[in-house]
Every structure is written in structure tokens, then in C-alpha cells.
């Protein structure tokens, strides 16, 4: 089972049509399943998962998302 490590929840708002109707609306995060380079799965965020990228490559770790 993977383990989620981000405390990301939706964002809500409204949809307004032409006439004005307010439909409630959720953006949710882009959640990604990411395998480390120690056989850990985790699920994290794709923000988070260039981030974490970024980081690895000064510092040699592999990542590889699923």
C-alpha cells in the first residue's frame, strides 16, 4: 500500500453560468504514485514530485513516477 505523505486537500469554489447559478465546484491535487529508489511507494503531489526531481538531481537519487 502506498503511503501518502502530502496534507494537500481540494480547493472549492463556484461555477457561475451566463445567468449567474452558483454550482459548487472542487479543484482537486494532482496526486502521483512515486516509487523510490529504496522500493518504497508513496503518493504525493506532481508539484512536490518536480520538486523532490529537482532536489534528487544535485544530489544523485533516483525517482520514477508510476
Not at 465546484?25 to 529504496?38: E, G, R, S
Request: glycine content about 4%.
Amino acid at each position: 500500500m502506498a503511503k501518502k505523505i502530502t496534507s494537500k486537500t481540494p480547493l472549492f469554489g463556484n461555477k457561475r453560468s451566463h445567468a449567474l447559478n452558483a454550482t459548487r465546484h472542487a479543484q482537486k491535487p494532482n496526486y502521483q504514485k512515486v516509487k523510490l529508489d529504496n522500493g518504497e511507494t508513496i503518493i504525493m503531489t506532481a508539484r512536490e514530485l518536480r520538486t523532490l526531481k529537482k532536489n534528487s538531481q544535485a544530489s544523485n537519487i533516483e525517482v520514477k513516477a508510476e
